[in-house]
Every structure is written in C-alpha cells, then in structure tokens.
C-alpha cells in the first residue's frame, strides 16, 4: 500500500487525488501540528485529533443543522430551481442534520426498526441474500466485488424493510445514485444539482406513491409502521415522513456497501490477519469495529458553530463550518497503538466511526450485520481471492470514504 508523504497546511486541498485516495496519510502531519485548523482555501475548520473531535461530536456548541442555514442563504432567491430547492428541503428532514427536540422525536419514531430483536429477525435473510449473490458471481476470473456483493445485500435489505417492491429496486438504485453526491459530501458544488435534484425528484413522487398505498393497503414495513406512528402523532408531517425514509434509504444502503468493501480490502492488504478471519480466529464483533477503525466508510461530518466560543485555544464564530475528519482521527497514534495496522482483535476500541452521543448513528445494528455475515462469507468463498492488477478509484467525496468499484480475482 502506498500512503503519500504528509501535506503541510499550506498546500492542503481537501479534493485532490492524494486526499481522497489516502485521507489517513495526506491529514497526518496536520494532525499531528494543528489539529484544530482554519483552511483558508475551504473557508472551514479542519478537526484531525482523536480527541478533539470526539469532543466536537459531543459538544452541542458543534450544530448539525447545515442544510436549513443554506437554504436560507443560497436557495431562496427567485432564480432558484423548484426542485433544486426540494431537494435540499427534503434533505433539512433527515434527523442528522436535526437538533432537540425534533432530533429525539423523529429518531424515536424510528428506533422501533433498529432494536436488537428487529435486528435478529434480519439474520436470516441477509445470510441467504449474502450466499445468493456469492453463488451469482461468475468465477474463476475477475469481477467488481461492489456490484456483484456488497452494494446489493444492503440495498435489497433496506428495501424490503421499507416495502420496496422487488419490480422497482432497479429504478430506486438509479435515482438513489443521482442524489448520493449531494449526500456523501460537505462541499458546495451546484454543478451537481441538476441530477440531484431530479433523482430527488423520483423519489419524492415514488415514495408518495407508497405512502398512499400502505396507508389503503397496510403491510408488514416500516413505511407502514411509520404511517401508523403519524396518524398517533401529529408532529410527524408528510415532510417529515418522505425525510426519514429517504434517510434510512442512503444510511441502509451506501455506507454498509462501502464498509463491506472497505473491510474486504483491508483484509487482502493484511495477510496474517486475512489467514485469521478465514481460520475462524477472530471474534467478529471486535472485528467489526477494528474495520470501522481502521477504513470506515464515514470519512468526515459537517457541524457548524452555533455561538461565537473558544475550543482548544482557537477562536470559532457563530455560522463557521468545521470538517470533523472521522478518518484521520481514527488513525491518531495517541488514541491507538499501532494505529496504521489492521488488528482484529484490538480491544475496546474507541473509534469515532458511528459517532457519539444523541448523533449515534441509529443504523449501526444493521451495518454490524451485514457485513458480519458479509465479509467473512466473501473471504472464505474463495481461498485464492486477490486484487485484480490497476490502481483503485475511490470516490471524490468529503463525506464519505467509498471506492468507484473493487475489482477482485479468483483462478
């Protein structure tokens, strides 16, 4: 693995290549010398250090209310496209950029699909889903272990939790994949707004379409289960609704997808630790979170100052936006020994991977089990799998920490 000498701040660009293809090594000297950065280029703070953004996910001074404030300043001018518009609307419901108290309330109304029974009745069938999409990939050969494996399992789970009938995933991922950019980074970039907007679009209508036919023909869902949770309580608005289902359809879908893949890849970079999960050495549990650890598939969240206040010797005002680099803080040497190497029964680690506190993220059960059931299936189907030769493409976003496709051999 080739890990790029460190950037002095002077030079660092969030975007190019070297940060998107190697965030723990491009941030590190950053990290290490100014953990608690103002990036002049960004007009933001970049937060590296184990510590301090652990603290920033605490402190309720660090807001995750962004997408409101930015509508009102870059979205309600009369030349704004109405779906454009929508979209960052629709977008303003998700219970991650909410705070108290419509954060507890809609993220209450939602526990009910992430408890540990609900969680359990899963197992099943993400181990068959999980041995049905293995059993479809033509070997020996090469093939995009994304496409085949670990995008679909997540997808067709979050889809059928929802009530997504099978005729409509194809085009449900479709539009899934026009909004994706909008949600997997932090930048401003209104070149992609056309194709958000219109994928958001197809949504909102597809998803007004199932609201209307669960509520005349209920069924065992979680659209169902969130109808009946509005009729009970007011405060649930149509809005509110379309919100938590478009959030639960890219928090079920794309990250575990990128988690699984980049927990495979971590494996096939680390032999030992590779001949360990195969030989069933390994309690998958802590392994789960070294994954997390050591490559999760959040690489950054987004808060912005609520007041004007002081944190660790530097001054933030009110409405400055701060990077939170769960990637890089991942990798601090002073929160984890031998934190650039894959440990899969490293203890109690603390990682920052699902966040903290009331922002936990709520889908954590699930991510755990699918790609528990996932990542050792794939690496012990195939005793000879490896990297097919090219370099990897991983996405341009800030967000999110994913890779364009993982091409992979057998044979």
């Known amino acids: 693995m080739t890990v790029n000498a460190p950037v002095a701040p002077a030079s660092l660009d969030l975007m190019s290549l070297e940060a998107v293809s190697d965030p723990h090594g491009y941030f590190a000297q950053l990290r290490e010398s100014q953990p608690v950065y103002w990036d002049p280029r960004y007009r933001s703070w970049l937060i590296t250090s184990h510590r301090h953004v652990a603290e920033a996910l605490r402190d309720p001074r660090f807001s995750s209310d962004r997408i409101e404030p930015y509508i009102r300043k870059k979205l309600s001018g009369p030349d704004t496209d109405p779906l454009v518009r929508q979209a960052f609307e629709v977008l303003s419901g998700w219970m991650v950029f909410k705070e108290e108290p419509d954060h ?3 993220r209450r109304l939602c526990m009910q699909a992430f408890t ?50 099978v005729e409509d995933r194809l085009d449900f991922e479709q539009w899934t994949a026009k909004v ?23 949504l909102v209508a597809y998803f007004g379409q199932l609201f209307k036919r669960y509520t005349e023909q209920p069924e065992d869902n979680l659209i169902t289960a969130l109808l009946r949770a509005r009729e009970q309580d007011d405060a649930l608005s149509e809005a509110e609704l379309m919100a938590t289902c478009t959030l639960m359809l890219f928090g079920g879908h794309e990250t575990t997808a990128n988690f699984i893949a980049n927990g495979v890849l ?12 195969r030989e069933d050495r390994v309690d998958i549990k802590l392994a789960l979170e070294e994954f997390m ?39 601090d040497p002073l929160a984890f020994e031998d934190a650039e190497q894959l440990k899969l029964d490293r ?11 009331t922002h936990f993220c709520l889908g954590a059960p699930l991510a755990r089990l699918e790609a528990g059931i996932a990542i050792p299936a794939i690496v012990k189907r195939w ?11 991983w996405l341009p976003f800030l967000g999110t920490r994913g890779m364009r ?6 044979g």
Do not use: C, W
């Not at 494996?149 to 979050?158: C, E, H, N, Y």
């Not at 808060?303 to 944190?311: C, H, N, P, Q």
């Not at 496709?405 to 057998?410: G, H, S, W």
């Open 180 to 202: 994706s950019p909008l949600v997997s980074t932090g930048l401003d970039d209104p070149t992609r707004y056309g194709s958000v907007a219109e994928g958001m679009a197809s």
């Open 116 to 165: 540990p029974q609900s969680i359990a009745k899963l197992r099943a069938r993400a181990e068959s889903l999980t041995a049905e999409l293995l059993d479809a990939v033509r070997t020996p050969g090469e093939f995009d272990l994304i496409a085949s494996v670990a995008a679909p399992l997540p997808s067709i789970v979050i889809a059928e939790m929802l009530g997504v009938p």
């Open 266 to 277: 971590a494996l096939l970079r680390h032999p030992a630790q590779l001949a360990a999960m």
């Open 383 to 393: 005793p000879d799998l490896a990297l097919a030769p090219g370099p990897l493409q």
């Open 293 to 331: 650890r050591y490559d999760g598939p959040g690489k950054t969240v987004v808060r912005v100052a609520r007041e004007d206040f002081e944190f660790e010797g530097q001054h933030i005002r009110q409405g400055q936006r701060l990077f939170l680099i769960l990637s890089v803080a991942n990798r």
């Open 347 to 357: 203890p109690q680690s603390r990682h920052v991977g699902f966040g903290f506190g």
């Open 405 to 410: 496709e993982l091409r992979l051999r057998t």
């Open 104 to 106: 507890t309330r809609l």
